[in-house]
C-alpha cells in the first residue's frame, strides 16, 4: 500500500538549533502534504498544509517563519523548525493525499523533536 | 475544527468485537466518514471511509446511519494489537484537510 515516509524519526538538540524534517511519499505523487504537531496525550493539530511549487497554508496561530516548509516536488516536504527552544519539543507528523481515485490520505510514522 | 464526537474511552475484551460509536450529526451530504488509529508514538493508520453505505474491509466494518449521523467503527475480533486511540473523521473526498478530534482511546482486555 502506499506509504509515506518521515525522516528523522527522532533528534534531540540543543536550544537555538534549526532542525529539518523530511516528508516524502514513497509510491505516489502528492501535490499536498500536511504537517501536524501532537503533544503527549493530546490529539493530532493541524500546522499548515504544503503545497507542491506554491507557498504553503497556515493554520492560525502557527508562525510561518519559526516552521518553514518547502515542497519542492510532488514526493518530498520539509519542515524545519528554526531557532528550536524546549517548548518546540513534541511529536511533528506529516501526511499525504494520494491524487489518485478513491484513496485515502496516508501518515507518516512522526519525528519525536526534543529540544534541550 | 473536528466535525465528530466519540466517548474518550472503551474497553473490549480480547476476540470480543469492538463497537466504536461516532457522532457527526452536522455531515453534510459530500463528506465522507474516515477511521484511522493510532498506536502509542507512531503516526495514524488508515483503517477504513465511507460515504453513506456500509463499507467492511479486512480490517474492520463501518456501519453508517440511513440519516448519516452516527457511524459505527467495528473491529470483529480485537486482538491487544488493537488496543490504540481510533479518530473518527469526516472530510470531502475531493477536500484535503483532516482535524482530528479527541478519538477514543481503545483497550483490548486479555
Known amino acids: 500500500g502506499a506509504v509515506v515516509s518521515q525522516h528523522p524519526s527522532w533528534v534531540i538538540c540543543k536550544s537555538g538549533t534549526s532542525v529539518k524534517i523530511e516528508c516524502r511519499s514513497l509510491?505516489?505523487?502528492?501535490?499536498?502534504m500536511f504537517w501536524y504537531r501532537q503533544f503527549p496525550k493530546q490529539s493530532l493539530m493541524l500546522m499548515a498544509t504544503s503545497n507542491e511549487g506554491s507557498k504553503a497554508t497556515y493554520e492560525q496561530g502557527v508562525e510561518k517563519d519559526k516552521f518553514l516548509i518547502n515542497h519542492a516536488s510532488l514526493t518530498l516536504s520539509t519542515l524545519t523548525v528554526t531557532s528550536a527552544h524546549p517548548e518546540d519539543s513534541s511529536f511533528y507528523i506529516c501526511?499525504?493525499?494520494?491524487?489518485?481515485?478513491?484513496?485515502?490520505?496516508?501518515f507518516g510514522d512522526g519525528t519525536r523533536l526534543s529540544i534541550l | 475544527d473536528a466535525k465528530t464526537t466519540q466517548p474518550t474511552s472503551m474497553d473490549c475484551a480480547e476476540g470480543r468485537a469492538a463497537n466504536l460509536p461516532c457522532n457527526h450529526s452536522?455531515?453534510?451530504?459530500?463528506?465522507?466518514v474516515y477511521w484511522y488509529r493510532q498506536i502509542h508514538s507512531q503516526g495514524p493508520q488508515y483503517i477504513i471511509h465511507?460515504?453513506?453505505n456500509n463499507e467492511t474491509n479486512e480490517m474492520a466494518s463501518l456501519i453508517i446511519t440511513e440519516d448519516r449521523k452516527s457511524s459505527t467503527l467495528i473491529l470483529p475480533h480485537a486482538t491487544l494489537r488493537d488496543t490504540a486511540v481510533y479518530y473518527c473523521i469526516v472530510r470531502q473526498n475531493t477536500g484535503n484537510q483532516f482535524y482530528f478530534g479527541t478519538g477514543t482511546s481503545l483497550t483490548v482486555i486479555p
Open positions: 509510491d505516489f505523487q502528492a501535490t499536498t
Open positions: 465511507g460515504l453513506k
Open positions: 452536522t455531515i453534510s451530504g459530500n463528506e465522507y
Open positions: 501526511s499525504a493525499r494520494d491524487l489518485r481515485a478513491n484513496q485515502p490520505q496516508h
